[in-house]
């Protein structure tokens, strides 16, 4: 085992910190420096070899993984589990296995005159050790995700999964142990503590996923070892409903975007804007949706749980402060059941009529609440999306395409799904990520290997290159040569 100490520039984190979290990260961190100055980055046999044992190993632990999942939230549907973190998952394993050799091509360029015949190329080589931290709503996908385009890359990585699902982390912690050595992926675990010290580490990369605020302290603190990251965020991504366009149509893609994991994902749709006069017909066509989606909630194995307590309470309290402020509030509860506070079932919650300064406007929801805005013209709800910080998705429903053109030329966000929700995201072959304050940096398919590999550029010299003209002492060589590259 490695000797490695590590350096926290921060003496409360070392406070923070129990010698055994310290020991037990410094360690791991260590194995994976040794592995690096040792060997380099992952051969490409090896790549190959881990990914495929990677995807065997996800597929035997499948049912436990589910099952963990379900019990760290409380309830978690188990379809969703395997829709959204099970496939998910082994569907970019599969894509990385069959495409990073292509995207690790060479690419030759072209060479300036003075220098030729030497030839130039760029290669895309490992960046080196780089870290993981993921978040609990998603808590399989999040982790392996990112780490499957690493290993792609060739890089060691360090993982940190959300100390909120820790039976998932524990499962995930051994299957990880079943395919690496401990000098290409290592595990830590722990709490809020435990990451502070990961995001102050001398990283050659660093992919956060989380909240805003969490997201700005990674940055701070990777900033004092000038550690590159890609921050995965989140925000207020809104659904607006074209004029004409069939609202029973959106309600319905709406409320599936909504409803999945019970609103727990970061690309749901946060907020409605729907054409003005239109607010209850609409609100109208959601409740019927979510009546087919969920005619039960509390027994109902399709609807997942609130992760937390407090996560619960928060909730609740957006949706009091808005209707302390005047906000109309509907509660979409089909069987008409008494919801036990303890099982964490929040039924879904429409909100319209919300004022400007409730907190459910200006905070990311995260769960099955729905403000319902209006617009008079697509002008106005553009200036709507605009006044916030720019979204990590955005929904846009319409067949006009002018409409749809309007929107999208003015309006920035991390991704656009058209005509639906959440799928944009399901895509492997497109970049995922946020703008803004929703984050920066995107991964997912080659987007991922491109932010775990650094574009090396390589330029071999030939013996007959004409650069020995330019080197002291200069006199009437140079200035011919000058005259000729630059002109009179």
């Known amino acids: ?16 910190l129990s010698s055994v979290a310290e020991k037990r990260l410094s360690a791991a961190v260590g194995l994976l420096r040794d592995g690096w100055r040792r060997d380099g980055g992952l051969a490409l046999g090896r790549r190959d070899d881990a990914l495929d044992h990677l995807g065997r190993a996800l597929l035997k632990y499948q049912a436990a993984l589910v099952e963990a999942v379900s019990q760290d939230f409380g309830h978690r549907s188990p379809h969703e589990t395997k829709l959204a973190d099970i496939h998910a998952s082994l569907s970019a394993i599969r894509h990385a296995r069959r495409h ?154 709406i ?45 109902n194995p399709d609807y997942t749980a609130i992760a937390s307590d407090r996560h619960y309470e928060r909730l609740l309290g957006l949706i009091e402060d808005a209707r302390r402020q005047g906000a109309q509030a509907r509660f979409i509860n089909p069987a ?10 929040l039924a879904p919650t429409l909100l319209w009529n919300v004022p400007a300064a409730a907190a459910i406007l200006t905070q990311e929801i995260f769960g099955p609440v729905l403000p319902i805005l209006s617009y008079r013209t697509l002008e106005e709800a553009v200036v709507m999306v605009n006044s916030r910080p720019r979204p990590l998705a955005l929904y846009m429903f319409s067949r006009r395409k002018d409409d749809l053109g309007f929107v999208l030329n003015r309006t920035r966000a991390g991704g656009v799904t058209v005509n639906d929700t959440l799928l944009h995201a399901a895509q492997d072959g497109l970049p995922f990520g946020g703008i803004g304050e929703s984050g920066m940096g995107a991964y997912h398919g080659e987007a991922g290997f491109r932010t775990f590999s650094q574009a090396r550029p390589l330029f071999q010299a030939s013996r007959f290159s004409a650069a020995r003209l330019v080197r002291p002492p200069y006199g009437d060589r140079i200035d011919r040569l000058l005259r000729w590259l630059i002109g009179r």
């Open 336 to 345: 008409a059941e008494a919801l036990e506070p303890a099982k964490r079932k």
């Open 100 to 253: 990073f050799r292509r995207w690790m091509q060479t690419r030759r360029v072209d060479v300036a005159l003075p220098f030729l015949p030497g030839r130039a190329r760029v290669e895309m080589v490992p960046l080196g050790v780089v870290g993981i931290i993921s978040p609990w709503n998603y808590p399989i996908q999040l982790a392996l995700v990112p780490l499957a385009t690493a290993i792609a890359a060739g890089n060691r990585v360090l993982l940190k999964p959300s100390e909120q699902t820790p039976r998932t982390a524990a499962l995930l912690e051994r299957l990880l142990a079943e395919v690496f050595e401990p000098t290409e992926v290592a595990v830590v675990t722990g709490g809020v503590e435990m990451a502070q010290a990961v995001s102050h580490l001398p990283l050659d990369h660093l992919l956060f996923t989380g909240s805003t605020a969490a997201g700005r302290q990674v940055m701070r603190a990777a900033s004092d070892a000038l550690v590159p990251v890609t921050l995965e965020l989140g925000g207020k991504s809104p659904a607006i409903i074209g004029p004409g366009y069939d609202l029973a149509l959106a309600a319905d893609r």
């Open 1 to 16: 085992m490695a000797d490695a100490v590590i350096e926290f520039p921060s003496g409360q984190i070392r406070q923070r």
């Open 255 to 299: 409320a599936i975007g909504k409803l999945f994991n019970a609103g727990q994902t970061c690309v749901a749709p946060d907020y409605a804007l729907v054409p003005s006069g239109r607010e209850l017909a609409f609100a109208d066509h959601v409740e019927r949706a979510v009546t087919r989606l969920y005619p039960r909630l509390g027994d």
